[in-house]
């Protein structure tokens, strides 16, 4: 999960598991997979960041990792 900020200033969280796109527009927009949108105050790189700590925090990214390196032994 996620926080960020709608254009009011009001806070809300994300799954960012169900996150399919992050563009700016100017303003940021993220598209989750069942196609709604949020429009949000924190920029895309703030956003991917927050993503990938979120990522990191579930053991997703680490897994890649390790399955990428047993690959390589082989």
Same mark, same amino acid.
């Given at each position: 999960? /996620?926080? *960020? %900020?709608? !254009?009011?200033? #009001?806070?809300? /969280? ?5 996150? $399919?796109? *992050?563009? %700016?527009?100017?303003?940021?927009? +993220? ?5 709604? #949108?949020? &429009? &949000? #105050?924190? %920029? $895309?790189?703030? &956003?991917?960041?927050? +993503?990938?700590?979120?990522?990191? %925090? &579930? @053991?997703? !990214? ?8 047993? @690959? $390589? $032994?082989?």
């Amino acid at each position: 999960m /996620i926080k *960020v %900020s709608r !254009l009011n200033g #009001k806070t809300f /969280i994300l799954n960012a598991l169900y996150i $399919e796109t *992050v563009e %700016s527009f100017p303003d940021t927009t +993220i598209t989750l997979t069942n196609g709604k #949108k949020y &429009v &949000v #105050k924190e %920029s $895309e790189d703030q &956003v991917m960041q927050s +993503i990938l700590g979120f990522y990191q %925090s &579930v @053991n997703l !990214l680490g897994q890649q990792l390790a399955e990428g390196n047993e @690959n $390589e $032994e082989q």
